[in-house]
Structures are given as structure tokens and as C-alpha cells.
């Protein structure tokens, strides 16, 4: 059964470091998201992202934060330069038009 | 803006015990969904509800919408310990009338079942 996946399982930085958090999505899907959880707080939108450009955006999604798409099965979030309260698990998850996302296992960034 | 709110927060159960975890809405769901979270894992997704009076079944596993399509509740029936884990409520952001668009989650359920 097709699935998303996300590398690193866990990224280490330091904080002022930039990092790149990857994503394959699931390989029929349009419709691409990132999503973060504070451990112990509830899991936050982030962003969309179709047809090469970023449908919405929260208010965390500042420009600190980026994505992209970079070629045919790769979509990445990055955060420029990174901050102690950027520590979450960043979920990546994908979606058919009008479907269910299906949510990536995630990527624990800690941000020293 | 919209919020879900889940209860219990926490759930302790025998093994072979039924449940019923709630979530409520504060305003109309245009879609609600069900996924499990086991600790420092993804979500998994186990069901989506749209249509007011809807249920769906899977394995031992319940979701309702009531009819006003404000209120969810997942029930399990005879809870293994695979149960386990963090049950999280997702709504349809309200900047999209159908199913697509950002989601807004609950702030979970966390489920333990004691064999």
C-alpha cells in the first residue's frame, strides 16, 4: 500500500542553523501539506501546497519557513534559521483532490 | 475561529471493555475526521464522516456524525490492547467549504488499555 515518507526520522541543529525537512508523498497525489506538533500540544496546519504553489498558510508559517517541490516525487519544508521553539514533530501529508490526507511518520526536530 | 474539543482526555480501560471517545465541534463540519497516533509516530487514518446521521464501521470500530453534524464519536467495541494510542479529531478549516484545505485537529484522546 503506497504511503507517505519523511526524512530525516530526526534532526538534530542548532539554533540559527537552517534545515530541510523531506517528503515523498504518495505518487498519485496533487495535493501536498505540512503539519507540526508541539509535543503535548495539537497537531497545527502549516501549509498547502498544488500545482507548484502554496494554496494556504498559517499564521506560523512565517517567512522563516519555505517549500518546494524540486522535482516529480520530492516536497520539502525549510526553515531558514531555526529557533528553540521551532522543536516539534513535523508531519508531512498528501492528498488526492478532495481526498483524505494521509499523514507521513514524521520528523522530530530538536533544536538546540 | 473553529475548535474541536475531544473527551475524555485520557482513557483507561480493561481489555475487552467497550469506549466511546467524543469530539464537538463549534460550528458545522463540512468533514470529520478519525486518526490514531501512536507516541512520536505519524497519524494513521482510520475513518472520514461528512454526511449528518453518518456511520461507518471498521474491524471494532465505530465513527458517528450526528445529524446537526456538530458531534463525532468513535466507539470501540471489546478494546485490545492494539488499541492503544491517541485518538485525534480533524476538521475541514473553515476557509473551504468541501473537503479540501487545511485540517484542524482536536487536541486527542489518549487511549490505554490494560490486558
Known amino acids: 500500500e503506497p504511503e507517505v515518507t519523511q526524512t530525516p526520522s530526526h534532526q538534530v541543529t542548532q539554533m540559527g542553523q537552517e534545515v530541510i525537512l523531506r517528503c515523498v508523498p504518495i505518487?498519485?497525489?496533487?495535493?501536498f501539506y505540512w503539519y507540526r506538533q508541539i509535543l503535548g500540544q495539537k497537531v497545527e496546519f502549516l501549509v498547502s501546497?498544488?500545482?507548484?504553489?502554496?494554496?494556504?498558510k498559517s499564521e506560523i508559517f512565517d517567512d522563516q519557513f519555505s517549500v518546494e517541490r524540486p522535482d516529480g516525487s520530492n516536497f520539502t519544508l525549510k526553515i531558514r534559521s531555526t529557533k528553540l521553539e521551532d522543536s516539534a514533530m513535523y508531519f508531512c501529508?498528501?492528498?488526492?483532490?478532495?481526498?483524505?490526507?494521509?499523514f507521513g511518520p514524521g520528523t522530530r526536530l530538536t533544536v538546540l | 475561529s473553529q475548535e474541536l474539543e475531544q473527551s475524555p482526555q485520557s482513557l483507561i480501560v480493561q481489555e475487552g471493555k467497550n469506549l466511546t471517545i467524543n469530539c464537538t465541534s463549534s460550528?458545522?463540519?463540512?468533514?470529520l475526521y478519525w486518526y490514531k497516533q501512536k507516541y512520536g509516530e505519524g497519524l494513521i487514518f482510520l475513518m472520514m464522516?461528512?454526511?449528518?446521521?453518518e456511520e461507518k464501521s471498521h474491524e471494532k470500530i465505530t465513527a458517528k456524525l450526528d445529524e446537526k453534524k456538530q458531534q463525532s464519536s468513535l466507539h470501540i467495541t471489546a478494546s485490545q490492547p492494539s488499541h492503544a494510542g491517541t485518538y485525534l479529531c480533524?476538521?475541514?478549516?473553515?476557509?473551504?467549504?468541501?473537503?479540501?484545505?487545511?485540517?484542524?485537529f482536536g487536541k486527542g484522546t489518549k487511549l490505554s488499555v490494560k490486558p
Open positions: 501529508a498528501s492528498s488526492r483532490q478532495g481526498g483524505t490526507q494521509y
Open positions: 505518487s498519485n497525489h496533487l495535493y
Open positions: 501546497f498544488y500545482n507548484n504553489e502554496i494554496s494556504e
Open positions: 460550528k458545522t463540519l463540512y468533514g
Open positions: 464522516l461528512q454526511k449528518g446521521g
Open positions: 480533524g476538521a475541514v478549516g473553515p476557509t473551504y467549504g468541501g473537503s479540501q484545505g487545511n485540517l484542524i
